[in-house]
């Protein structure tokens, strides 16, 4: 067994799901997302990573995002939330209360101004699969947001659809489930699955794939 993510994986998985993809693919896969209407932005690490998230941030805008072991590990979520600099929701809808404010938290989720995140897969014809146990992501990902920002390492670069729907079955998910147990105490699902095939709206949805071996 090894560590992926800081999570044990078995070691085949790791090698076919968590190495970093070559030259070639992620070219094509930039290519095919630009293609689907959607931008790309290459950084070579996660310092550079951290840096075109931030810089494509307006200052004062509200700006959300789920859990994401991606944004945790650049040090993205503490520097929308601590900085000042954003009208960060999560801390804000944390600190709700669930039962007589639902429908604001609700509201609050669903149409930011900026939503940060990852997917689980993108493939090299240029779509993007996300999986998630409650869903509350996805909405923003695929029309609430006003901006999406998602920051992918090249490992998550699949060959077609099919092979993404395979890496989450066989591999994030179970990395996922793995974290969720030793930092809640539940269990993970893969409950609901988006795939983005195109964008229609101009410069809507970014994506900055990272040289490195990031997230699930």
Do not use: C
């Not at 029309?143 to 920002?149: K, T």
């Not at 490992?155 to 077609?160: G, R």
């Not at 890496?167 to 609901?192: F, P, T």
């Amino acid at each position: 067994m090894i560590k992926a993510g800081g999570v044990d994986a078995d070691e085949s998985l790791t090698r076919r799901w968590g190495t970093r993809a070559d030259e070639a693919r992620v070219k094509r896969a930039a290519v095919g997302l630009g293609a689907n209407g959607i931008t790309v932005r290459r950084a070579p690490d996660t310092a550079s990573a951290k840096r075109i998230v931030l810089d494509l941030i307006p200052d004062g805008s509200a700006v959300h995002q789920g859990a994401s072991q991606t944004l945790d590990v650049l040090g993205i979520t503490s520097e929308i939330e601590r900085s000042g600099r954003y009208a960060a929701l999560r801390p804000r809808i944390w600190s709700m209360d669930r039962e007589t404010e639902a429908q604001e938290i609700r509201r609050l989720g669903a149409a930011p101004d900026v939503m940060l995140g990852s997917v689980h897969a993108v493939t090299e014809t240029g779509s993007l699969l996300a999986a998630s146990m409650s869903g509350s992501q996805l909405g923003p990902y695929v029309s609430g947001a006003g901006r999406v920002i998602l920051v992918v390492g090249t490992q998550k670069i699949v060959l077609d659809v099919e092979e993404g729907l395979l890496r989450i079955n066989e591999y994030a998910w179970r990395l996922e489930d793995a974290r969720a147990q030793a930092a809640y105490g539940i269990r993970s699902a893969v409950n609901k699955i988006v795939v983005i095939n195109r964008e229609i709206t101009p410069g809507r949805i970014t994506v900055v794939l990272v040289d490195e071996v990031l997230g699930f």
